[in-house]
């Protein structure tokens, strides 16, 4: 067969095989560890979507890993105190050094919260705290609404991807795909400009 026929023969299959390479990259991006793990930061953030989040940016934060921490897209009735008592902590403990960040509801809206924060603060270096079949998709925004800090990722495995069962889950594979999907709404910019402070809704 040559090589011009064995062209034709795959040019109708071929967008279908670059989604599933594509796919199986997203794969391993989304399994990845922490990304220098014992680097300490100028700051932590952390995208809500779970209580293990909150919980690990706080430990990084009382291990000494940053000087603040924002958790961005909290619900408007959560408070220091709540997080606080969580974290074991008294709200002394974390008042100057945890910030609430109470308007994002997208990731796109996270990215926007963070990128004030940061500028705020004069954060050179962010450590971010998200799921991992998450943090690709973050990343991306993160990383076009503040190019000059350095984003160092801190995936989490939620507890019902941790369980012995997962692979074998529809929903499981359900869920890694409508975010890999959406990865790639982001990567090919279909995701619309940054929104700013006040305007999550996209």
Request: positive net charge.
């Amino acid at each position: 067969m040559s090589r011009r026929r064995l062209a034709l023969l795959l040019l109708p299959v071929l967008p279908g095989l670059l989604l599933v390479l594509g796919f199986v990259h997203f794969l391993a991006l989304a399994a990845a560890g922490p990304a220098e793990p014992e680097r300490p930061t100028d700051g932590i953030a952390v995208l809500t979507g779970g209580a293990e989040r909150v919980e690990t940016g706080l430990r990084l934060l009382r291990e000494g890993r940053a000087r603040v921490l924002l958790v961005s897209g909290v619900h408007r009735d959560v408070t220091l105190a709540d997080l606080a008592h969580r974290a074991a902590l008294g709200p002394g403990d974390l008042a100057g050094r945890v910030a609430l960040g109470h308007e994002a509801t997208t990731t796109r809206g996270n990215a926007a919260e963070i990128a004030a924060w940061a500028r705020a603060e004069h954060l050179r270096s962010i450590r971010v705290v998200t799921a991992g079949y998450h943090m690709p998709r973050a990343l991306l925004e993160l990383r076009r609404a503040l190019p000059e800090v350095a984003l160092l990722p801190h995936p989490m495995l939620p507890a019902t991807l941790r369980d012995a069962g997962a692979a074998g889950r529809l929903r499981t594979w359900s869920l890694l795909l409508r975010e890999y999907l959406k990865y790639l709404a982001v990567r090919a910019g279909l995701s619309g400009p940054a929104p700013g402070p006040l305007d999550t809704r996209s």
